[in-house]
């Protein structure tokens, strides 16, 4: 018979941290977490995990970096990188920068935007009304992706005019699209958008 394994105190953190981002509104995880952050941290470490803590932006994460060319024995790969379309992609930048605008203007720490925000914001992207119409019957799928991501909440639903639902802009948003890297995604649709149009 084989010894019994005692489970750890913070298990559930773990498990919860393999399964997404962690956020400060979710009180008792949130406190388990910076309680076992020693040892959590520590078990990641163990499996070339990271763990990311944001304390001033509430949230927490877990990241396997890249590996090393001089390594002979690389991790497989626990997080599958997720390619974004430009949909989606555009979607991402599109709410990094209300994020930050959010912030310099608001006192508030949670940005909510309706779906009819969303879409204001997004059309000054698309001049023909034929995109603009593909990307209002389409637009369930790049919010989808960025709920299945962590970057989107939905925090209302009216089934009946869509525009009125309303979402919770993650901050963990900072943290996937930083500065540097806005920049480039910008730049990288700017050439789209133009190839788009010239055709």
Do not use: C
């Amino acid at each position: 018979m084989e010894p019994t394994i005692s489970r750890a105190f913070f298990a559930h953190v773990i498990i919860k941290l393999l399964q997404g981002p962690v956020y400060a509104d979710e009180k008792l995880v949130w406190r388990d977490l910076q309680s076992w952050q020693t040892a959590i941290r520590d078990y990641f470490a163990k499996i070339g995990i990271v763990l990311l803590i944001n304390e001033v932006d509430g949230f927490a994460r877990i990241m396997q970096p890249e590996a090393e060319e001089h390594d002979e024995n690389p991790l497989p790969r626990l997080m599958r990188k997720q390619t974004m379309n430009y949909e989606t992609t555009l979607l991402s930048v599109i709410l990094r920068e209300m994020l930050e605008e959010f912030d310099i203007k608001s006192e508030g720490t949670k940005l909510f935007l309706t779906q009819k925000d969303i879409k204001e914001r997004i059309e000054l992207f698309y001049k023909e009304q034929t995109n603009k119409s593909k990307l209002w019957k389409d637009l369930s799928r790049p919010l989808n992706s960025l709920q299945n991501i962590g970057i989107l909440k939905l925090t209302r639903e009216d089934p009946v005019n869509k525009d009125n639902s309303q979402y919770e802009v993650k901050r963990i948003l900072k943290s996937l699209v930083n500065n540097e890297k806005l920049e480039q995604i910008k730049n990288k649709l700017g050439a789209y958008v133009n190839t788009i149009q010239q055709q």
